[in-house]
């Protein structure tokens, strides 16, 4: 089971939020006050991350990401939830969605990642290869700025930094293993589908990495809408946070609208 942050208000429904590589529950900081004035919130830290990161992790797979999340929303009694994901968080929730749709009513990918191509495809297979030749910290500081690169994206890499240095040197060897495993997620494209589910896509103007590859996702996968923050990086939960939550949330309640009045 994860370990996690509960936010229970005695409201009807309930969100799971989960973050990206180097993040924790700490990352939805700026989500929060908004968030849970109309829901439950489960803010959930990945394994050798948050609350986690005393343990060292040596293998990361779908099958126990799958497992922790539904493990602790059975031992929560959360039967179903919208769900929102960061970064890396979207293919974890992605790949949840698949293995267990009951549990997912909309998702909501922020800064959507289940798309690699290019350079970016290059740069982890790149990481992945020299791991274990340089510092760890170089390759944190590498793919801060490599995500973040512009000047008005310092907060959003300090953050980054601060958090991904308290995981583990063998941790982060295993989430990098993990990214290379899935650069080539298409499957997830047919089979999302196949859920019909309700996705909002929000992304940043200038996130160089995965603006291309979330606009694939939005056309590919029906029910699917992107919405582009300007003026904003890689994480626009933090960076552009007050316009990301308005949009997520606008997304939820217009769902609720049509869901009331049908």
Request: charge should be positive.
């Amino acid at each position: 089971m994860l370990k996690y942050e509960l936010i229970d208000n005695q409201k009807e429904e309930w969100i799971v939020f989960v973050h990206g590589i180097g993040g924790s529950t700490k990352t939805w900081k700026k989500q929060i006050d908004d968030f849970s004035e109309h829901y439950n919130l489960l803010l959930l830290d990945l394994p050798g991350h948050g609350l986690h990161a005393s343990k060292i992790i040596r293998k990361v797979d779908a099958q126990m990401l799958h497992d922790g999340i539904k493990e602790t929303l059975d031992y929560l009694h959360i039967e179903s939830a919208h769900f929102v994901g960061l970064s890396l968080g979207t293919i974890i929730i992605a790949q949840f969605a698949i293995y267990h749709p009951e549990c997912v009513k909309t998702i909501i990918f922020g800064a959507a990642s289940l798309k690699v191509s290019g350079i970016n495809r290059f740069a982890v297979i790149a990481a992945n290869k020299i791991k274990r030749f340089v510092p760890y910290k170089f390759l944190y500081k590498f793919f801060a700025w490599f995500l973040m690169p512009r000047k008005h994206h310092k907060k959003s890499r300090s953050i980054f930094l601060r958090e991904v240095v308290k995981l583990d040197k063998k941790t982060m060897y295993a989430w990098i293993e993990y990214v290379q495993l899935i650069l080539k997620p298409e499957h997830l494209f047919d089979r999302l589908n196949e859920l019909k589910k309700k996705i909002l896509v929000i992304s940043g103007e200038e996130d160089h990495c995965f603006l291309k590859g979330a606009r694939v996702l939005a056309n590919r996968i029906k029910d699917t809408e992107i919405q582009v923050i300007e003026k904003c990086g890689h994480v626009c939960t933090i960076e552009k946070w007050s316009d990301f939550n308005q949009r997520a949330l606008n997304f939820l309640h217009t769902l609720r609208l049509d869901y009331i009045t049908s």
